[in-house]
């Protein structure tokens, strides 16, 4: 777990750096150690949902809001994938 958690963390750190730089607001406070980070946004649904299935992202998305779940599988390039498809 502690192996996971370690190559997890930059990938979650990345998201913190960058989302709110784009109008996202996070709720999960930046150097947290949980798997999953969650940002606000308004209408996240209908503003981002073409813009994730058209870059082939999978991400929950809630009505007003974004959560993110990376983990081993996943790897800086997943992240920066991300961050191109909501921008």
């Given at each position: 777990m502690a192996n996971?958690?370690?190559?997890?963390?930059p990938l979650i750190d990345?998201?913190?750096?960058?989302?709110?730089?784009?109008?996202f607001e996070a709720m999960t406070p930046k150097g947290t150690t949980s798997p999953i980070v969650s940002f606000?946004?308004?209408?996240?649904v209908k503003q981002l949902k073409p813009k994730i299935d058209?870059?082939?992202v999978n991400i929950q998305l809630y009505e007003h809001r974004i959560?993110?779940?990376?983990s081993f599988f996943n790897d800086?390039?997943?992240i920066e994938k991300l961050i191109r498809a909501l921008s």
């Open positions: 996971i958690q370690q190559y997890r963390q990345r998201l913190q750096e960058e989302l709110p730089k784009m109008g606000a946004y308004r209408d996240a058209k870059a082939g959560r993110v779940s990376p800086m390039d997943d």
